[in-house]
Structures are given as C-alpha cells and as structure tokens.
C-alpha cells in the first residue's frame, strides 16, 4: 500500500471549494499514491463523491485524515481537524497567517509540516502552482458579476427605436490580476471602464484592455513599485493628491470595484463617506478586501449595505467562492503541481527536499517548530488557538530571483503585479 493524500470537506460554512479534482485525483493516482477524498468534499463545487471515485479515489470520511500522510486543503486546518492528523503529515493550504500567528504555533504544536500556498515564489517554474493569481483572476472576474447584478440597468451602450440607453461607467481600484480580470470582463460587458493603480508599469496593461488609466503620475508615482513587482505604500502627500483625484472622478461612476490590500496589516482606505456621498443614487461600490477591513469606509464584511444616498457597498466574502466549480478545478490544478515536485517518482512516496527553492519559500512548520522566517520570532512559542480562516487574496508576477515570501511585506493590491496576458 503506497503513501495517502485526503482531501477534506472544507467545514467553514463561507468555503464551497474543494482541493482536488477527478483530473488531479487521476494524477496523483498515476504517481503511485492511495487518495481519499472525504463523501461530500466537492459537492458545493459540482463534484459528486462518483466522479472521485471513478477517478481512483476512496470515499471516506473526516477521521481519515489520521492514515494522511499529505492532507490537501482550502484553508487552513483548525484546531479540531489538527488533532485528527497524524504527527509528521505534509499538510497544503492557503494557511492566511498574517495576523493569525497563534494559528500558526498551532500548526507546529500539531508536529504537522505546514505549507502555505500563497507564500509560491514568482518565478517561471512555480506559474502553475500560484495560488493567488488563479483565485484572484475569478474574483475579479466575479467582482463585476455582482456588481452588475446590483447595478439595476444596463451595462452595455445600446441604440434602440426607443432610444439609446447609455453604457455603463465602471472604475477599477487596484490593478493587479484580479483588477485586470474585472476591467477585461467589464469591457466585455460593454461598460466604460477606468482604472487606478500606484504603479507605473499598470498604465500600460489598462490600455492593453482598453481602459483609460487615472492617476497622479509625479515623481513618486514613477518611483512607486518594488523589484518584485508590489506597490509600494505611498507618501501621506501622494495618498492627499491622489484621494482628491480619485474623489473627482468617482461622483461620476456607476460601478466601482476596489482591491487593494497589504498583506499583514487592515486593507487601505480608499474610498471615504465624503466620496460615498458624491455618488451617483443607484451606484455599487465591490469592495474586494472586506475580509481585511475593506478599502470602503462603511463596508461590511459578508453583507450589501445601502447608505443614505442609495449607494450600494457589496461586501460579498469569499469571493472566488461564488464561482466555486471553477475555482477548484484551477485551486486542485495548483496543488498537484507543487505536491508533484515533493514525489520520489521511483519510491512513489512523498520525499521533502528542504533545500528546493519552492519547499523554503511556502513552508511555515516543520518537526514542532515554526520555521519560515517571517513567523519564527513571532510565533517561537507553540499555543494553539482555533482561528476563523480568511479568504487569501491574490497575486502574481512571473520572474524574481529571490522567493517573494521570505521578502518584508510590501503593499499590493488583490493582485501584485501580472502580465498582460493573466488577464
């Protein structure tokens, strides 16, 4: 009998998606590994139990999770499903461990070694297995989709006998892939798209989607992005310039759809109450970073609000959730790509090389310790504590020499830096 992967179903009632595929069952199966998928694990994602069977997987239940020598996961493990894994397990996720450091001491009390997917260095060899850029480019595209379905008239222009109905006008805060993915969807929805972002090379990718870009372009603006492709966080004087353009142009959008975070600290404020109120009655406001406090003053977190002035301010959780069938088939795609590289294909067993650049880059705990370098001080003292997992938000970039996680956190929006083809 050859080594165990489990893949779960998720317990955290905001999370549809599932870690495997019948496709990456399929794969796995063919590397010489037992797989067990949990009854239940993908239904929410429109995978019945009979297509992971028909792939090659067991059907199990939750206690299998102690035979697993790799538990394949959404989010992260709480403090219950820690204590059915057995010590040493390989466990894969999107771990969210910025502000949830008693979280992580808990992964390493559980003498599980943890990976944490959204930590994937940027570089050619590790594309594939980028979490975040897949899950953000669905979030992008579903920021859209629920704005135009709160927006209550059409998005495109069209010319009718009866007269013409004007296109819609949508402003995009943030461009990285997620942000490209809501302007590319927007323009295909008809709209008039504008978008804003503090690094230079966006400027660029906005008009390779059609879009006009909005923005202070000083000095600092031309100096604002780091060598792996973040924003960096700007001047108390450019956030006072480039607030006073964004409010202008704002009291004229219909859709507006914001993404900004930086990871480890509260999302950035970007829009105001003052700019709500110069809303158009009938606007939506997408607020992409609700999980992390929102960039909308009034947002709240797994709610639609209304102000006084018939704004709409959407604070869906989870957003590539809402499109989950899709969402897992590409999130499954990710893990088997990285679990692939951790698989003595001669043994067929799982064999961590330590050294690999993408092992030093994404692993958090390992034999009882918090070992990446940005939690070990942080978290040296093992206490374990259940915390609500958090949706990830997303980036991307193709090329940096050094893993980006083991870089300070600099600021991003739900994207980083993409190309223009991730749109």
Not at 330 to 341: I, P, R, W
């Amino acid at each position: 009998m050859g080594q165990t992967v489990f893949i779960p179903r998720e317990i955290d009632a905001n999370e549809p998606r599932v870690a495997a595929s019948p496709d990456t069952v399929k794969r796995l199966v063919s590397l010489g590994l037992d797989v067990i998928v949990e009854a239940g694990a993908g239904t929410l994602s429109r995978i019945p139990d009979a297509d992971f069977a028909k792939a090659g997987a067991s059907i199990g239940k939750a206690a299998d999770a102690g035979k697993a020598d790799v538990v394949l996961k959404v989010r992260r493990p709480t403090e219950a499903e820690l204590k059915a894994y057995k010590n040493g397990a390989a466990v894969i996720a999107i771990m969210d461990p910025y502000g949830n450091e008693p979280a992580v001491a808990a992964l390493a009390k559980a003498g599980v070694t943890a990976f944490a997917m959204e930590f994937m260095p940027r570089i050619t060899r590790a594309q594939v297995m980028d979490v975040l850029s897949s899950q953000a480019n669905l979030a992008g595209y579903q920021a859209v989709i629920d704005g135009a379905a709160e927006y209550d008239r059409a998005l495109p222009m069209m010319m009718t006998a009866a007269g013409t109905v004007p296109a819609a006008k949508i402003f995009i805060m943030g461009v990285g892939v997620a942000g490209l993915q809501a302007i590319a969807t927007a323009r295909r929805l008809g709209a008039v798209v504008t978008a804003t972002d503090v690094r230079p090379a966006a400027k660029e990718q906005v008009a390779s989607l059609g879009a006009k870009f909005i923005a202070v372009e000083d000095e600092e603006f031309k100096q604002a992005e780091t060598a792996g492709g973040y924003a960096k966080e700007m001047s108390k004087e450019y956030q006072a310039k480039q607030a006073a353009l964004t409010a202008e142009h704002i009291a004229k959008q219909d859709i507006v759809i914001t993404t900004a975070l930086i990871p480890g600290r509260p999302a950035p404020k970007l829009v105001s109450a003052a700019m709500l109120a110069s809303m158009k009655p009938g606007s939506v406001i997408v607020d992409l970073a609700v999980e992390r406090g929102g960039n909308v003053e009034g947002a709240v977190a797994g709610k639609v609000v209304t102000t006084a002035n018939d704004v709409k301010i959407v604070g869906h959780l989870n957003m590539a959730g809402r499109v989950a069938a899709s969402a897992s088939l590409l999130y499954a795609k990710n893990l088997v790509a990285f679990l692939e590289t951790m698989i003595d294909k001669d043994a067929k067993a799982i064999a961590i090389n330590r050294d690999d650049e993408l092992v030093k880059a994404t692993m958090l705990t390992d034999a009882g310790k918090v070992v990446h370098p940005n939690f070990a001080n942080s978290a040296a003292t093992p206490a374990a504590k259940a915390v609500k997992p958090e949706m990830a938000a997303a980036p991307k970039k193709a090329a940096a020499k050094k893993p980006a996680a083991a870089k300070k956190p600099a600021a991003r929006s739900t994207a980083g830096k993409a190309s223009k083809g991730d749109a």
